[in-house]
């Protein structure tokens, strides 16, 4: 028998798997020119300003979120 519990292996195992998952991440092309892909984000986000609903608003007929008017009796 050996000496090792089931919860040490399974943090061995656990273990390997970290390493293994760490050597793909390290292994993978990243992208070099950042400022550029930020730029490309800003210019996409210029351009569709107009339409962004965020920023424009939401017509009252449109907002599916608009509270439905209750009646009252007095």
């Known amino acids: 028998m050996s000496g090792k519990t089931p919860s040490s292996s399974s943090s061995v195992i656990q273990a390997q798997k970290l390493v293994d998952q760490l050597r ?8 070099k020119q ?12 210029q351009e569709h300003r107009c339409s962004d609903p965020l920023l424009v608003g939401i017509a009252a007929s ?7 008017k209750t009646c009252m009796l007095l």
């Open 24 to 31: 793909l991440e390290a292994s993978m092309e990243r992208f």
């Open 62 to 68: 449109a907002n599916p979120f608009k509270e439905k």
């Open 34 to 45: 950042i400022s550029l892909t930020a730029a490309d984000l800003v210019q996409y986000c």
